[in-house]
């Protein structure tokens, strides 16, 4: 009996030892930017008008979280100090508070046309080949979190079916499920006013984007807060147009959302290639010489993709 009883309990124990502690992630990790330097993506300054010129005006690189806090830390120490003195500083710079949301990832990527009060860079492209191919019939899911530095700027970011060499050639063209992030006017005076948008299928020039949407008071969402982490979930769909595909539906958890909330339904793919989609790509615009929009940088962490529809937080 007592052989039996040790028999049995390291039968149990060797059970138990190859038991599964945790099943392997469904995401695939595009970029978590925790390196020192960038891996795998390539720049292109297209259309680099920049006056006097510079040669690869683009602002493309890995910061630290940690640095960014204590720079916080060490400008509110200041106000505080200073708090009772007549000052001429600009506003306060927004906490950037070291939560659960942000994980213990610390590095992420700044992305600026050119650097602060260069102008003349209209096309600053960033792209990364996706870990695996999106083929065309299939859903996909990606995550990506982004932080607004600060306004005003002009961002777009999404994923391609193109090849570097006609990710270049064609710039926004070569964008497909597309987000976009900017405050600047439109030729016809519109202006945008800092909400995330997407593409929309439309005969207006001026107004190819739309503001995602507050469902709870169906309204537009208010803009972007300015050093505020939001997580994106767009759930892209890259089926043929015949079979209801070349769309894309967007969540978002941050500012006014709480919780992850469903902010647009169904926008529409730039150009409808129904090609697989292979490239993460990033893209931003200073504005033309004479009417700048500004160079405000955007931040991006932890881009990841899914196979089919997944709206958890990737692990």
């Known amino acids: 009996m007592k052989y039996l009883l040790l028999v049995s309990t390291s039968f149990l124990l060797t059970a138990c030892y190859l038991l599964p502690t945790q099943k392997p992630s469904p995401w695939l990790v595009i970029d978590t930017f925790n390196t020192k330097t960038l891996t795998g993506w390539q720049l292109a300054d297209t259309q680099n008008n920049t006056i006097p010129f510079i040669e690869n005006a683009q602002i493309t690189e890995i910061r630290s979280l940690d640095s960014d806090l204590a720079s916080v830390s060490a400008s509110n120490s200041i106000k505080v100090a200073t708090a009772t003195a007549p000052t001429t500083m600009s506003s306060s710079v927004p906490a950037l508070e070291p939560t659960s949301d942000l994980g213990v990832n610390n590095g992420y990527l700044i992305k600026k046309p050119a650097p602060d009060g260069v102008v003349g860079n209209r096309k600053a492209l960033s ?17 990506t979190r982004i932080r607004v530095e600060r306004f005003p700027n002009n961002h777009a970011f999404g994923l391609s079916n193109m090849r570097p060499a006609d990710i270049i050639k064609h710039g926004y063209n070569a964008f497909e499920p597309t987000l976009r992030v900017t405050d600047k006017a439109e030729s016809n005076g519109f202006k945008n006013n800092g909400s995330l948008m997407v593409k929309i299928d439309s005969e207006d020039k001026y107004r190819q984007y739309a503001n995602v949407k507050n469902i709870d008071t169906n309204k537009d969402a208010k803009p972007l807060q300015e050093g505020e982490w939001y997580s994106i979930w767009y759930v892209v769909n890259n089926a043929t147009v015949k079979n209801g595909g070349q769309v894309y539906s967007v969540y978002v958890k941050g500012g006014e959302f709480s919780s992850q909330s469903l902010v647009y339904e169904n926008a529409n793919f730039r150009m409808k290639r129904e090609l697989p989609l292979i490239y993460f790509l990033a893209n931003c615009n200073t504005g033309p010489l004479k009417q700048p929009y500004g160079n405000g940088g955007l931040a991006y962490d932890d881009i990841y993709m899914s196979e089919g529809i997944n709206l958890t937080v990737p692990y």
């Not at 792209?127 to 995550?143: C, I, S």
């Open 127 to 143: 792209f990364k080949a996706l870990p695996k191919p999106v083929p065309v019939g299939e859903t996909y899911t990606f995550y």
